[in-house]
């Protein structure tokens, strides 16, 4: 028996998936089944919340400093670790008081500067590899929630899904680019493909097409 000849291989480009965006309602239920009274859980609620509040990248949300953040004007300021681009972006109502809940009642004692550490001793900052995986999988899973197979599952998600509300609300493209730290509109010009309504605006009539071609 001769064996099939191989099949040609389809080149997948880079960035040709479309981004995976929750819905507002697995949102609340993930937030919802954190344990707020526990110090961990308070200081993970305040980090998905940056995440899907502000759409930082889990390496910045790891870097962020007490100093980061400046409480008369409701800002914070930080050095972004992927382009070293620094950034402003406000300090929203609930995200406060998150911050504030986790120093004053779930923050143990350490000598870190970093504003998240780890609950276990010695109370270090986090490692440069730790990405929050297993933190976001557990809450997942004690929600109830799954994400389709093959599509990201990361805090990078809670990224997209901020832009994808940004785009759902019509907000224009350089204000999402400067919200999301990207120094050029063209990576954020990666997020459109999740916003279907305004795909299918742009859509062609088939038939428009073919008539078109046969008046040639």
């Known amino acids: 028996m001769t064996c099939p000849p191989q099949l040609p291989k389809v080149r997948t480009f880079r960035n040709a998936t479309i981004p995976y965006v929750w819905s507002k309602t697995d ?36 870097s962020l400093k007490q100093s980061s953040i400046d409480w008369n004007r409701k800002t914070i300021k930080l ?43 010695p109370f270090n900052a986090f490692g440069d590899r730790n990405a929050f995986y297993k933190e976001l999988h557990c809450y997942m899973l004690k929600a109830g929630l799954t994400i389709p197979g093959g599509q990201r599952q990361g805090l990078h998600s809670l990224r997209s899904t901020l832009a994808g509300n940004m785009l759902e609300v019509k907000s ?43 008046n040639l």
Not at 174 to 183: F, K, V
Not at 186 to 201: A, F, H, P
């Open 27 to 62: 949102l609340q239920r993930l937030l919802g089944v954190i344990d707020r009274h526990d110090p961990k859980g308070k200081r993970d609620y305040a980090i998905l919340l940056i995440a899907i509040r502000l759409g930082l990248r889990i390496s910045d949300i790891r």
């Open 172 to 214: 224009p493209l350089p204000i999402i680019s400067e919200s999301l730290g990207h120094q050029s509109v063209n990576t954020t010009s990666l997020y459109l493909k999740i916003d279907v309504e305004g795909l299918r605006q742009c859509a062609l009539d088939p038939e428009e097409v073919f008539v078109d071609e046969n």
């Open 79 to 121: 050095i972004m670790v992927k382009t070293g681009q620094p950034i402003e972006l406000p300090l929203l109502k609930d995200l406060g008081w998150a911050i504030i809940d986790y120093l004053q009642n779930g923050r143990p004692a350490t000598n870190s500067e970093c504003l998240f550490v780890r609950h276990r001793a």
